[in-house]
């Protein structure tokens, strides 16, 4: 990645102490640059922050003044840490233990002279406590002190001379040790710091209103979105100042009331139309920094609404570089990527909190209090993204609210059995901890899954569970879902649920076919080189990959496009009589119904067997139909619209006994579910490799015995050809004519490899176990209808509803637009099970895999009440 244009450091001008925005002063002298730290963004210690400084440096060395002027540099850590300057210096620490829930200060060197004289306790005299007679270096050194003193930091004085310490546990470390001259600084105001700034502000004020201007007609309206935070304070006044009139400010419902009170004097729309935190979050549970699903329902959705009200905007926003290191690359303008009515505008991105606060100050622009008293940032008052040290300012501010979130976490950790430290020490704020948090997780010997997710406490869980046997979700250290998803990239911002029709690919998958371009690109079976051998050997052992997947070593296994290829083969293989009949059922695709419907040409019938009320397949009229005697029978093993798996085992029974062909359409079941052809005792198996994570255009043809005709000729399915005729190749070459799909099938072959690895019985038992969540939910919403059978044995994770009054498209479509879901709707080419179901316009079809999480099935349930309250 490019570097991006940030400034790194600062400039302070030593003949008037002030900070500076540009490198010099407007009393003309140039400034001393001073380094920060990443993401280098700055700030001017308020209200609250100077009052604690003031009070912990009093607690230690009693009274000491502080400057007009400090300024803190946020840096990392495990919760607040910044860097404080004073006086162009760094003068120190200021730090939050999420675990002791306490403030320290930690002085440097460099703030000795400011302190030095004033300092009536925390010296501590090293020349009592060394053995005098020595000599030794006493800088980056440890020792024991003779007498108890408080942990924390001290000033350090060894003879003549002073540095800083950390004193912890009776042991002192001792940083450099120095000649320290006191200083007696000016000590301007931040009004004076304004005033050697105007230049700048002023170059700032006139880059941003060009801007404002260059872009407030780039659609038909324009308006600023509002947070109620001081860069979007900056930005509403800078747009005012362009003529941009129009304001929005969402209210997610869990505002601080000070935010609210602000917002509405500042005379911007607010909108409330979001969703409700407190009931989704009770499906969801508690929203992450990796995981804001809150921002979604309370900010985007409300946004999308207003923004299809208001039309195509323009939108100026307050985003900066600075905020976090993410965002340093960000352009001037950026199309909203979850709203393509909206094309963001941020004018101050390029400025630091520094220059907004002196902006706002110079322009006299009312600020949020809240930054006053103490926070940070501005936003709810549970947002993930908070420090821990700001809710614990809250949890004394704002005890109500508080309360109330306190309740839930505690409730939460009680539900799933994490460790108390969830709650209390804010680790609820990741979904996968960051090193930092995994540290301080491994210093206090509190389990972490691989995945960096906490573990839960598998006694408590258990006995939560005890109550509710039916849904045994798998909790992240039996199914590792989340390592498993960073194996798809394409899960991002959208949640995935139409792997029925084709389900995505991981990344060994498409690593494999980079590495077949790269290193051996040839043609299979042809030829003796080492490209072909190479590629060769690996197409021919997917094949027995995939066969040995399905128990089906003993038969033919062949390389189709998809289950419709491999159908039809066997419809068009098979040699046909006049009077021969065929046996389907209701359930089927219409990929196994329309070849053998193609059959009536050549005089053979078709019987479709029906199901009953709880949709399972009537196997009573199978018997009967398969006893009047017929040649095949053709049957799904999983329905791709309702989910229902029939008993094929059972079929074959029959199917045997009146000597009838098992033709099993898999093309649903072999992804979510052990199969094994020989157990089934079927002839034919068709399915799909896009289905089961493999490359698109593949599919796979397994045969019992390969007793039917090919259907194409050519080329690398012969073993030898004569003028007058020829010899097809023996096994599954015969019946792939031509170059096939190569690095699809290799793909294929480590898709199943990737499975394998999982296990399919884990799979099923996870898939099973999200479905029976799904359909729970979902049957408590007034309004919607489920068509799925209740055993979760007879189903898989496939998902029909419908809701009252709305059209399946709507809903589809509501879903993706308003939730980021991404669902199928219509008929699913299953359109005579529709009819048989009264369905005219068909259903939604949610439909899951091994990647799809708990969270994205409570969010299709949050997303589906939202919708049936909102209609
Ligand atoms: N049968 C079933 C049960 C299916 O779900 C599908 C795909 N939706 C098909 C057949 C057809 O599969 P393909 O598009 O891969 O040919």
């Given at each position: 990645m490019q570097e991006p244009a940030v400034k790194k450091s600062l400039f302070w001008c030593d003949a008037c102490n002030v900070p500076l925005i540009g490198r010099r002063c407007g009393c003309g002298t140039e400034g001393r640059t001073i380094p920060l730290l990443e993401p280098f963004d700055l700030r001017p210690a308020l209200h609250a922050d100077r009052d604690l400084i003031g009070r912990l440096l009093n607690d230690r060395f009693g009274d000491i003044p502080l400057p007009n002027i400090i300024l803190l540099n946020k840096t990392g850590g495990r919760d607040r840490s910044d860097l404080i300057l004073m006086n162009g210096e760094r003068f120190g620490w200021l730090i939050f233990d999420p675990v002791t829930r306490q403030f320290s200060l930690e002085i440097s060197p460099e703030a000795l002279p400011y302190i030095l004289q004033y300092a009536a306790n925390g010296v501590v005299n090293l020349d009592e406590h060394l053995d005098q007679s020595k000599k030794i270096r006493i800088g980056g050194k440890k020792f024991p002190l003779k007498t108890a003193e408080s942990n924390g930091t001290v000033i350090v004085k060894y003879r003549s001379r002073f540095g800083t310490g950390v004193i912890r546990d009776g042991h002192i470390r001792v940083k450099e040790l120095a000649l320290v001259t006191p200083i007696t600084p000016k000590n301007p105001d931040w009004k004076e710091a304004i005033q050697k700034n105007q230049y700048h502000l002023k170059l700032l004020e006139r880059d941003a209103l060009r801007i404002i201007k260059k872009h407030r007609e780039d659609r038909p309206t324009a308006n600023v979105s509002f947070s109620g935070g001081k860069d979007s304070a900056a930005v509403l006044h800078l747009a005012r100042k362009a003529g941009v009139e129009q304001a929005f400010f969402i209210d997610t419902g869990i505002e601080l009331p000070e935010t609210v009170e602000y917002v509405e004097s500042c005379g911007v729309d607010i909108i409330r139309k979001g969703g409700d935190f407190f009931s989704a979050v009770e499906k969801a549970g508690p929203p992450g920094k990796d995981h804001r699903w809150c921002c979604k329902l309370l900010k985007l959705h409300p946004l999308r609404i207003y923004l299809s009200e208001v039309g195509s905007s323009v939108t100026f926003q307050g985003n900066r570089w600075y905020e976090s290191w993410n965002r340093a690359d960000l352009d001037e303008t950026s199309q909203n990527p979850a709203n393509p009515l909206q094309l963001n505008v941020s004018p101050i991105r390029s400025w630091r909190a520094f220059e907004v606060f002196l902006y706002l100050w110079w322009q006299k622009i009312p600020i949020n209090p809240l930054y006053e008293m103490g926070l940070e940032r501005i936003g709810c008052y549970l947002c993930p993204a908070m420090l821990e040290s700001e809710y614990e300012l809250l949890r004394s501010t704002h005890t109500d609210l508080t309360d109330r979130w306190d309740a839930f976490l505690k409730q939460w950790t009680g539900k799933t059995g994490y460790p108390d430290e969830y709650h209390q020490w804010g680790l609820?704020?990741?979904?996968a901890l960051p090193p930092k948090m995994r540290e301080l997780c491994r210093e206090y010997e509190i389990p972490v899954n691989n995945d960096f997710t906490l573990r839960h406490n598998a006694v408590k869980k258990r006995k939560v569970q005890s109550e509710t046997p039916a849904v045994h979700i798998m909790r992240e250290e039996a199914f590792p879902v989340e390592t498993i998803r960073r194996d798809y990239p394409i899960l991002g911002d959208a949640i995935y649920l139409d792997s029925a029709a084709l389900s995505l690919s991981p990344e060994p998958v498409l690593d494999a076919a980079i590495e077949f371009e790269h290193r051996y690109r040839a043609n299979v079976g042809r030829g003796i080189h080492r490209f072909t051998q190479i590629a060769s050997q690996r197409y021919w052992h997917a094949h027995e990959k995939v066969a040995r997947f399905i128990g089906g070593g003993n038969g033919t296994t062949v390389f189709t496009k998809n289950t419709t290829e491999s159908i039809n083969m066997v419809a068009h293989g098979l040699s046909w009589q006049p009077g021969d009949r065929v046996i389907t059922t209701i359930l089927e695709h219409h990929s196994n119904l329309l070849p053998w419907r193609a059959l009536a040409t050549q005089g053979v019938t078709l019987s479709v067997i029906g199901i009953r009320p709880d949709f399972t397949l009537d196997l009573a009229a199978l018997e009967e139909e398969i006893k009047k005697g017929a040649r095949l029978v053709a049957v799904t093993h999983a329905s791709n619209a309702i989910g229902v798996i029939t008993p094929i085992a059972e079929i074959a029974e029959l199917c045997k006994r009146y000597n009838t062909l098992l033709l099993v359409d898999a093309a649903q079941s072999v992804p979510h579910m052990p199969v094994n052809v020989t157990d089934l005792g079927c002839d034919f198996c068709c399915f799909s490799g896009h289905k089961m994570l493999g490359p698109t255009g593949t599919g796979i043809l397994w045969m019992k015995e390969p007793i039917i005709r090919p259907m194409i000729l050519g080329g690398g399915m012969i073993e030898e050809v004569h003028a007058d005729s020829y010899m097809p190749a023996a096994g599954y070459q015969q019946y792939e004519a031509g170059t096939p799909n190569i690095t699809g099938g290799i793909g294929l072959g480590v898709a199943v490899e990737y499975l394998e690895k999982i296990g399919m019985e884990t799979i099923r038992r996870y898939e099973e176990a999200l479905t029976t969540r799904l359909i729970k939910g979902l049957s408590r919403i007034e309004g919607v209808s489920i068509y799925a059978p209740s055993d979760p044995a007879s189903r898989i994770g496939v998902i029909s509803f419908t809701i009252e009054g709305l059209h399946p498209h709507e809903i589809a479509e509501r879903l993706d637009e308003n939730f980021d879901i991404l669902v199928r709707s219509g008929y699913h080419c299953c359109q005579p099970l529709m009819e048989y179901l009264g369905l005219s316009e068909g259903t939604v079809r949610a439909s899951l895999a091994l990647y799809t999480t708990e969270m994205e099935i409570d969010l299709l349930i949050a997303a589906v009440q939202e919708i049936v309250r909102s209609s």
């Amino acid at each position: 990645m490019q570097e991006p244009a940030v400034k790194k450091s600062l400039f302070w001008c030593d003949a008037c102490n002030v900070p500076l925005i540009g490198r010099r002063c407007g009393c003309g002298t140039e400034g001393r640059t001073i380094p920060l730290l990443e993401p280098f963004d700055l700030r001017p210690a308020l209200h609250a922050d100077r009052d604690l400084i003031g009070r912990l440096l009093n607690d230690r060395f009693g009274d000491i003044p502080l400057p007009n002027i400090i300024l803190l540099n946020k840096t990392g850590g495990r919760d607040r840490s910044d860097l404080i300057l004073m006086n162009g210096e760094r003068f120190g620490w200021l730090i939050f233990d999420p675990v002791t829930r306490q403030f320290s200060l930690e002085i440097s060197p460099e703030a000795l002279p400011y302190i030095l004289q004033y300092a009536a306790n925390g010296v501590v005299n090293l020349d009592e406590h060394l053995d005098q007679s020595k000599k030794i270096r006493i800088g980056g050194k440890k020792f024991p002190l003779k007498t108890a003193e408080s942990n924390g930091t001290v000033i350090v004085k060894y003879r003549s001379r002073f540095g800083t310490g950390v004193i912890r546990d009776g042991h002192i470390r001792v940083k450099e040790l120095a000649l320290v001259t006191p200083i007696t600084p000016k000590n301007p105001d931040w009004k004076e710091a304004i005033q050697k700034n105007q230049y700048h502000l002023k170059l700032l004020e006139r880059d941003a209103l060009r801007i404002i201007k260059k872009h407030r007609e780039d659609r038909p309206t324009a308006n600023v979105s509002f947070s109620g935070g001081k860069d979007s304070a900056a930005v509403l006044h800078l747009a005012r100042k362009a003529g941009v009139e129009q304001a929005f400010f969402i209210d997610t419902g869990i505002e601080l009331p000070e935010t609210v009170e602000y917002v509405e004097s500042c005379g911007v729309d607010i909108i409330r139309k979001g969703g409700d935190f407190f009931s989704a979050v009770e499906k969801a549970g508690p929203p992450g920094k990796d995981h804001r699903w809150c921002c979604k329902l309370l900010k985007l959705h409300p946004l999308r609404i207003y923004l299809s009200e208001v039309g195509s905007s323009v939108t100026f926003q307050g985003n900066r570089w600075y905020e976090s290191w993410n965002r340093a690359d960000l352009d001037e303008t950026s199309q909203n990527p979850a709203n393509p009515l909206q094309l963001n505008v941020s004018p101050i991105r390029s400025w630091r909190a520094f220059e907004v606060f002196l902006y706002l100050w110079w322009q006299k622009i009312p600020i949020n209090p809240l930054y006053e008293m103490g926070l940070e940032r501005i936003g709810c008052y549970l947002c993930p993204a908070m420090l821990e040290s700001e809710y614990e300012l809250l949890r004394s501010t704002h005890t109500d609210l508080t309360d109330r979130w306190d309740a839930f976490l505690k409730q939460w950790t009680g539900k799933t059995g994490y460790p108390d430290e969830y709650h209390q020490w804010g680790l609820w704020r990741w979904k996968a901890l960051p090193p930092k948090m995994r540290e301080l997780c491994r210093e206090y010997e509190i389990p972490v899954n691989n995945d960096f997710t906490l573990r839960h406490n598998a006694v408590k869980k258990r006995k939560v569970q005890s109550e509710t046997p039916a849904v045994h979700i798998m909790r992240e250290e039996a199914f590792p879902v989340e390592t498993i998803r960073r194996d798809y990239p394409i899960l991002g911002d959208a949640i995935y649920l139409d792997s029925a029709a084709l389900s995505l690919s991981p990344e060994p998958v498409l690593d494999a076919a980079i590495e077949f371009e790269h290193r051996y690109r040839a043609n299979v079976g042809r030829g003796i080189h080492r490209f072909t051998q190479i590629a060769s050997q690996r197409y021919w052992h997917a094949h027995e990959k995939v066969a040995r997947f399905i128990g089906g070593g003993n038969g033919t296994t062949v390389f189709t496009k998809n289950t419709t290829e491999s159908i039809n083969m066997v419809a068009h293989g098979l040699s046909w009589q006049p009077g021969d009949r065929v046996i389907t059922t209701i359930l089927e695709h219409h990929s196994n119904l329309l070849p053998w419907r193609a059959l009536a040409t050549q005089g053979v019938t078709l019987s479709v067997i029906g199901i009953r009320p709880d949709f399972t397949l009537d196997l009573a009229a199978l018997e009967e139909e398969i006893k009047k005697g017929a040649r095949l029978v053709a049957v799904t093993h999983a329905s791709n619209a309702i989910g229902v798996i029939t008993p094929i085992a059972e079929i074959a029974e029959l199917c045997k006994r009146y000597n009838t062909l098992l033709l099993v359409d898999a093309a649903q079941s072999v992804p979510h579910m052990p199969v094994n052809v020989t157990d089934l005792g079927c002839d034919f198996c068709c399915f799909s490799g896009h289905k089961m994570l493999g490359p698109t255009g593949t599919g796979i043809l397994w045969m019992k015995e390969p007793i039917i005709r090919p259907m194409i000729l050519g080329g690398g399915m012969i073993e030898e050809v004569h003028a007058d005729s020829y010899m097809p190749a023996a096994g599954y070459q015969q019946y792939e004519a031509g170059t096939p799909n190569i690095t699809g099938g290799i793909g294929l072959g480590v898709a199943v490899e990737y499975l394998e690895k999982i296990g399919m019985e884990t799979i099923r038992r996870y898939e099973e176990a999200l479905t029976t969540r799904l359909i729970k939910g979902l049957s408590r919403i007034e309004g919607v209808s489920i068509y799925a059978p209740s055993d979760p044995a007879s189903r898989i994770g496939v998902i029909s509803f419908t809701i009252e009054g709305l059209h399946p498209h709507e809903i589809a479509e509501r879903l993706d637009e308003n939730f980021d879901i991404l669902v199928r709707s219509g008929y699913h080419c299953c359109q005579p099970l529709m009819e048989y179901l009264g369905l005219s316009e068909g259903t939604v079809r949610a439909s899951l895999a091994l990647y799809t999480t708990e969270m994205e099935i409570d969010l299709l349930i949050a997303a589906v009440q939202e919708i049936v309250r909102s209609s």
